[in-house]
Structures are given as structure tokens and as C-alpha cells.
């Protein structure tokens, strides 16, 4: 069959916002359901606290995403919910008080859209919360509820908070606190899919899906592919699959996965032995053991035989998330791997991807410390902010950058240099892990590439052969950059 994703999606560049930590600001009138105790905003995260980040303060915010190069925005869950990372969902058709509700999510889709911002929600659709009415249902009413084959009720009696007592009943990871659905029940699957078409209605641009493996029923997701596609073709569907997933990207079912496997091999070629195991080795995605440049090349090969090219276009490519460590923490809060894995991230295919506060430099280790609250701007890393804003203004400048072919042009130690092209553009990103300068002559490494070469982007340094060449680059050490070809000299 032939493989169709969303067009735009090759174009975005998106921002995932943890609602809870990016952005406060006072509602434009008084909401006492919002007039609560939150913690300071520059604190350490914990588990329960809220900060009280709303979606006013993510409006007020849209001209800095805007100035970033942003024209996508992913959201962590935002539906009513008792915990700050609202995954245990009480009320999937309202948004959570704390963020302003229904009112301040359509002011915020309205604003983003007149920006040409796109917006995409997070599904949370394997399991619900102890909270969520038809579940506190069966914990009021026992084996009377009518809704007791909307969950999967093992024996009696039900224990959901007093962890002496088994629960007896089926939930996440055997967290009592996220009792799964039965996907089985007709009632279950068609209510899931409702919510899905609802948000859809109202505007938003697509969803990421939360742990779509664990549900087993077939069919499932390709039912809800089918009914949101038939409201909006070009609606986003990704899911959260940490590993290869061709099974999903069959063209029947998702459109992209959050591309952990894009993210680990990424960051250990970047950072080498920079990386801090203890915050890498709990996560599924192995930024480790350290690659050289022909082991990160093996890796990206693999990965891009995994799937169709229409694909790998619309992949969400992250290097940090709100279930990972952020990426300079990892790199051992080395601002020059960071630099460089976003310089990979920015130039190759598919959508790439930042999480709240990295490009200024934002640290954290495994949650909830990689959670922090957006920090004030003194406290901004700029130069880390001026390299993202550069590679996101250049990728939307060059088509190569976002839908041209990518070859894997040279791995010789920690040098690693690839090539993008679009019809007549060619460009050529070289990266340099290592200590040392590097020098090597294009003309000799890809013959009939080019003999005249131009630095777009980086510290790179481009010297003539002879008159009619400039093929000699030195990439300096822990660096690299973008070179677009030139025309033959006339």
C-alpha cells in the first residue's frame, strides 16, 4: 500500500510543553477554582507539588516559540486530573482547572493557530485514574456498578489506595493508581474513539498516543487511525514506542513514534564517555556505551532501513522528554554535546522535536527532576539558545534539510559527516566528537559531489585546493557545521 502521512509535519518543528511548568500568568478574570497554594515557580519538582503553569502564560509565551522557529506544539496531557503531570485522567472532555479549562485551552488553539502554530495533545487512552467517574463508580457501588466491564475487576473486595491489601484489579504497571480499560468492551472502545474525534472537532492538529502497546485488542488503533483521518487527513498520529516499531508504521496505524531509537545512539556519539550512566540506564533508549563515528553511522543505517522514507519525513525526533533525563544532564552538562546533538537533530529527517527549556540550557535528572519550571531569562544559556534558533531558521530555509535524501558520506574516528539534497541543493553537515581539529578534502572523500564548498553554518573553515576548487574543510575539535556546494566556478 502506499504509505500517506501528513504533509505539514515534514515541516514542523515542534515544542513539547509540560503544561504544569512552562508558563503562569494571572487569568483574565477570577477563577477561584485557580486561587490555590502552588510552589514557588524556581523550586525544586516533586511528585505532587503544582507550580500552576496555564495556558494564558503559554499565550503570553507564543512570540518567544515564534522567535525560536517553533511552528508545532506537542502537550503533555492537560485534562482533569490530581497530579501535576495529569496522567491520571479524571475527566477526558475538561481541561484542567489548574490550566484555566476548556475557556483558556480555545483561546490558546485559537492563538497558536492565527501564529500557524499546530497543536497536538496527548492521548492517554490505556488506562484512566481512580478519579475517573466510571471507575470511582464501581469503588462506591462494588459489584452493583454498572460499569464493571469497562475495567477488569479480578475479585473482591477492590483495595485502590491501601497498598497492604492486594487491588484486584488490573492497572498499569500494577500501579493501583491507573486502572487499565477493557479495550475488549464495544461500550470502552467506542467512548475512547469519541474522545478522540471530539478534540479533533474542536481544532486541535493530532494526538501522541501514551503507551499504545499495552493495548492488546486488534484492531484497535487502526479503527482510531480510520475515524480521526476521516475528519482530518492531515491530523498527526504518534505514538510513544520506544523501540523499533515497524509493526506500527505500516501505514496503518500511526504515522510516526516518539524516534528514542534516533535519540540514544544521537547523544552517545555526541557525548562518548561524557554521558552519566545514572541517568541514562533506568530509560529504554541507551544514549550508551560510547560510539565512534562508523558505530553512530552503523546505527543511523539501521534505523533508517527500518521504515518507508514517507516515514521517517514525520518522525519525532527528541533528545529529551519529560520520561528521560535532559539531554545535558545526561552529556554530563557538557554545553558542547549538547550543541552538537542538536546540530544532528536539526538536520536529519523527520520532525525534530525540544523539550521545554532545553534550548536555554535547562538541566535535570530522572523525573521529576527533569521537570523544572521554565526558568527566568537571566538565567538563560544564550548561546545554546542562538545555536537552536540558527538551525531551526536554517532548516526552514532549506528544503534539503527537511524532505531531501540523507546519505551517510563519511565515518573515519569521531568525524561523521552525511549528506542532504533536494533537487539541486546539496548540503553536506560534518561533526566532529572528538578533541583534535580535523581536516579533510571533499573533493577526494565524495568525488563528483563538488569541488567548491561554502560554510552555511558552524566554525568549520573551507580552504582552495586551487583556483578553481574550495574542497579543503577543517572541522575544529568538539565542533561542526553545515557546508552548502557551490556552482562551478565560471
Keep these: 500500500m502506499t504509505i500517506r502521512t501528513p504533509e505539514w509535519v515534514k515541516h514542523a518543528v515542534f515544542y513539547q510543553i509540560f503544561p504544569d511548568r512552562f508558563a503562569r500568568s494571572q487569568p483574565p478574570h477570577h477563577c477561584p477554582e485557580m486561587a490555590v497554594t502552588l510552589e514557588p515557580w524556581d523550586t525544586a519538582p516533586t511528585l505532587a507539588g503544582y507550580k500552576g503553569g496555564n495556558f494564558w ?23 482533569q486530573s490530581t497530579c501535576n503531570h495529569r496522567y491520571h485522567t479524571h475527566d477526558y472532555y475538561r481541561v484542567d482547572p489548574l490550566l484555566g479549562g476548556n475557556e483558556a485551552f480555545a483561546e490558546f488553539l485559537a492563538a497558536a493557530h492565527d501564529r500557524h502554530i499546530r497543536v497536538v ?18 469503588l462506591e457501588n462494588g459489584p452493583h456498578s454498572p460499569w464493571l466491564d469497562w475495567f477488569k475487576v479480578e475479585r473482591w473486595p477492590l483495595s485502590a489506595y491501601d497498598g497492604r491489601l492486594p487491588a484486584n484489579y488490573v492497572s498499569w504497571v500494577n500501579n493501583r493508581a491507573l486502572p487499565q ?16 474525534e471530539y478534540w479533533i472537532r474542536q481544532g486541535i492538529d493530532g494526538w501522541r498516543l501514551d503507551v499504545p502497546f499495552e493495548v492488546k485488542t486488534p484492531g484497535f488503533w487502526e479503527e482510531f487511525r480510520d475515524r480521526i483521518k476521516a475528519i482530518n487527513p492531515e491530523a498527526y498520529i504518534v505514538g510513544e514506542v520506544w ?5 506500527w508504521l505500516d501505514g496503518k496505524t500511526f504515522d510516526a513514534v516518539m524516534n528514542y531509537v534516533f535519540a540514544g545512539p544521537t547523544m552517545a556519539f555526541a557525548a562518548g564517555d561524557r554521558v552519566v550512566l545514572k541517568h541514562a ?18 546505527k543511523i543505517e539501521e534505523l533508517l532501513d527500518l521504515y518507508d522514507w514517507e516515514i521517517h519525513q514525520v518522525q519525532l525526533n527528541l533528545i ?30 523527520g520532525a525534530p522535536c525540544i523539550y521545554y527549556g532545553d534550548e536555554v540550557g535547562l538541566r535535570g535528572s530522572l523525573d521529576p527532576d527533569c521537570r523544572w519550571a521554565f526558568p527566568a531569562e537571566e538565567k ?35 568525524l561523521y559527516g552525511f549528506v542532504r539534497q533536494h533537487s539541486q541543493e546539496v548540503l553536506v553537515v560534518l561533526v566532529n566528537s572528538g578533541e583534535g581539529d580535523r581536516t579533510i578534502d571533499l573533493s577526494q ?18 580552504e582552495s585546493k586551487t583556483e578553481e576548487t574550495q574542497s579543503v574543510i577543517t572541522v575544529p575539535s568538539r565542533s561542526g557545521g553545515i557546508l552548502t556546494r557551490l556552482e562551478p566556478a565560471a
Design 121 to 138: 495533545l496527548d492521548g492517554v487512552f490505556n488506562h484512566a485514574s481512580r478519579g475517573f467517574f466510571f471507575f470511582n463508580d464501581i
Design 320 to 349: 529529551s522528554s519529560h520520561d528521560i533525563a535532559r539531554a545535558l544532564t545526561v552529556m554530563g552538562d557538557d554545553v558542547a554535546s549538547m550543541q552538537l546533538a542538536v546540530l544532528l537533530q536539526m538536520t536529519f529527517p
Design 181 to 196: 480499560f477493557n479495550h475488549d468492551n464495544p461500550a470502552v472502545r467506542e467512548y475512547i474513539m469519541q474522545i478522540g
Design 445 to 462: 572523500v565524495a568525488p563528483g559531489l563538488g569541488d567548491r564548498w561554502q560554510v552555511l553554518y558552524g566554525p568549520l573553515t573551507v
Design 281 to 298: 540506564e533506568i530509560p529504554d533508549y541507551y544514549p550508551y556505551p560510547a560510539l565512534d563515528a562508523a558505530g553512530y553511522q552503523a
Design 57 to 79: 502564560g503559554i499565550i503570553d509565551k507564543l512570540d518567544y516559540l515564534q522567535s525560536l522557529g517553533i511552528n508545532a506544539i506537542y502537550l503533555t496531557p492537560i485534562f
Design 243 to 247: 523501540k523499533p516499531a515497524a509493526e
Design 380 to 414: 538563560w544559556d544564550t548561546d545554546l539558545l542562538k545555536h537552536h534558533q540558527a538551525l531551526i531558521q536554517l532548516r526552514h530555509q532549506h528544503p534539503a534539510l527537511r524532505t531531501g535524501a540523507y546519505h551517510p558520506l563519511m565515518a573515519d574516528g569521531l
